[in-house]
């Protein structure tokens, strides 16, 4: 492996950034404004899965159900139009800079009945292989770095147009393989989404439309730690709230205006962190800014996005991702396609960066396969697909 591999390793196995946010060929005067950005353990967890919702630039707490909805928000999983099916997603990682990174996702679920569903899933994050060596730069061998959680989710209506939604999770983090002792060993912990979801059907005189909105915090769960108990990172919990408006345009067309906006519900850098219990790190990170009300502003990041369906079949996709300069400086443009035939889909999707800076997923196309098994649940999707 390479030298600047072997950094992007260790940056993740001493959980102090989050590799997706940074640029990994930057120089370090390049960072200075990126030092008050927030940090996590796992931050693979907080990875988007499919393509689809990765060519809206990451929005999804409120975007029509599909295989992958769990993970965007669990509550609007019951208002999927399928019986059952599921789905397989594949993303090479830093593919500009290495071929032996990737992240896979695999998910499946399955209607209870009409006020019920179930899912599960697994991503999986391989991080290549690593080469180790000791304090006089001796080889001590190689080995594969993995990470992976499992989730499990139940989603219940609890109205016509109301719905909520948990999921439990096991994270398994595997960084140091072998060479385990009192300074690396694999973390593991266990976390929880709860997630609700609104959806209305709005009649305007020839057309129709509908409205939808959402919110979900996820991640919810003990600290992680790779050395020993008096050492652990928070997880990544996140607050992720939404709307979409879907409006047909006529019998075949219809167009869905999206916006997210997310905040990672953990201490902000400079506020004692260290010694902050999970809850009030929760609870206190919207007010443990050091730069005050506008540096909380500036932890939120915006996510906007336009997707564009003909008969149900073909879609093309748009998005923007933003996050301050200071705390991140993720800018890009998402672009994507999908393909609906009978059971079968397919989505794609491609990153741009707008800030001339590097992104991990830069000139990289994801994928995802869906099967899924049903027929549509709702009047307004069946006028529009018919």
């Known amino acids: 492996m390479k030298l600047r591999e072997a950094l992007i390793f260790l940056v993740f196995a001493g959980s102090v950034l989050e590799v997706y946010s940074q640029d990994p060929v930057a120089q370090p005067g390049e960072l200075v404004g990126q030092q ?42 019951v208002f ?58 001796e080889p001590l061998g190689d080995f594969n770095p993995k990470e992976a959680a499992f989730d499990a989710t139940y989603s219940r209506k609890l109205t016509e147009n109301f719905a909520i939604g948990i999921s439990g999770r096991y994270i398994f983090s595997n960084l140091t393989g072998a060479f385990t002792g009192p300074d690396a060993q694999a973390g593991n912990s266990v976390a929880a989404d709860i997630g609700v979801y609104y959806q209305k059907l709005l009649q305007g005189g020839s057309r129709e439309s509908m409205l939808s909105l959402g919110a979900q915090i996820s991640n919810i769960g003990a600290k992680i730690s790779y050395t020993d108990n008096n050492n652990k990172d928070f997880l990544p ?18 167009l869905t205006f999206i916006l997210d906006l997310n905040k990672l519900m953990v201490p902000s850098p ?18 443990d800014a050091p730069g005050g009300f506008k540096e909380e502003l500036q932890e939120f990041t915006i996510s906007t996005a336009v997707e564009y369906w003909y008969r149900h079949t073909f879609s093309g996709r748009i998005g923007y991702f933003n996050e301050h300069k200071d705390k991140g400086n993720r800018k890009y443009l998402t672009m994507g396609v999908g393909f609906r035939k009978d059971n079968f889909g397919i989505d ?26 049903g027929s549509s649940s709702f009047e307004f999707e069946e006028s529009v697909t018919d």
């Open 270 to 287: 400079g506020s004692g962190r260290d010694t902050v219990s999970l809850l009030s790190g929760m609870f206190g990170s919207f007010s």
């Open 348 to 373: 794609i999707a491609y990153i741009v960066p707008t800030n001339q800076r590097e992104h991990p997923l830069a000139e990289t196309i994801r994928f995802t396969l869906l099967y899924q098994i």
């Open 36 to 77: 008050r950005a927030i940090t996590t353990a796992v931050p693979f967890i907080g990875i988007t899965p499919d393509a689809r919702h990765a060519a809206l630039g990451e929005a999804g707490v409120a975007t029509s159900a599909d295989a992958n909805a769990a993970y965007w928000n669990a509550g609007k999983l």
């Open 237 to 254: 919990t996140n607050l992720r709230l939404g709307g979409a408006y879907l409006t047909q345009l006529d019998a075949f067309n219809t």
């Open 80 to 137: 999927i139009d399928y019986d059952y099916g599921g789905s397989l997603s594949y993303t090479p990682w830093l593919g500009k800079i290495v071929n032996d990174m990737w992240i896979s996702s695999l998910t499946g679920f399955y209607r209870i009945n009409r006020e019920q569903v179930v899912a599960a899933s697994v991503k999986y994050f391989d991080l290549g292989e690593i080469s180790f060596r000791g304090r006089a730069n």
